[in-house]
């Protein structure tokens, strides 16, 4: 099994213990209403779109840091995660992958 590196170990840590110290109150609440609040929580800590160009406002990981903050957010709070997921690798993810610099400046975060 390989090792995290010492910035994976970290943000899997932040990540947990921001879980558990903002989410794990309503966790299992939404009933498949999206959690804007703990969205919101989490792009404040700068954890959405981290698997996006830093030029649009990701930090330029790699979607295995992207699942190992899915993972950690998952484990109190799954339907964080579920939305997280979709944030990181579905559509924003294609448009930062494939979109052209005009579709990625304007749906991108900056």
């Given at each position: 099994?390989?090792?995290?590196?010492?910035?994976?170990?970290?943000?899997?840590?932040?990540?947990?213990?921001?879980?558990?110290?903002?989410?794990?109150?309503?966790?299992?609440?939404?009933?498949?209403?999206?959690?804007?609040?703990?969205?919101?929580?989490?792009?404040?800590?700068?954890?959405?779109?981290?698997?996006?160009?830093?030029?649009?406002?990701?930090?330029?990981?790699?979607?295995?840091?992207?699942?190992?903050?899915?993972?950690?957010?998952?484990?109190v709070c799954p339907d964080t995660a579920?939305?997280?997921?979709?944030?990181?690798?579905?559509?924003?993810?294609?448009?930062?992958?494939?979109?052209?610099?005009?579709?990625?400046?304007?749906?991108?975060?900056?």
């Amino acid at each position: 099994m390989a090792s995290l590196t010492d910035e994976q170990q970290m943000l899997l840590e932040t990540a947990a213990d921001l879980a558990e110290n903002e989410f794990a109150d309503t966790a299992y609440e939404w009933q498949g209403e999206t959690p804007w609040e703990n969205l919101e929580t989490l792009a404040d800590h700068g954890f959405l779109g981290i698997n996006f160009d830093e030029e649009y406002g990701g930090a330029g990981m790699s979607e295995f840091e992207a699942m190992l903050l899915n993972e950690a957010i998952g484990r109190v709070c799954p339907d964080t995660a579920s939305f997280l997921n979709s944030l990181h690798m579905v559509a924003p993810r294609a448009i930062d992958m494939f979109g052209t610099p005009e579709a990625k400046k304007k749906y991108l975060p900056h």
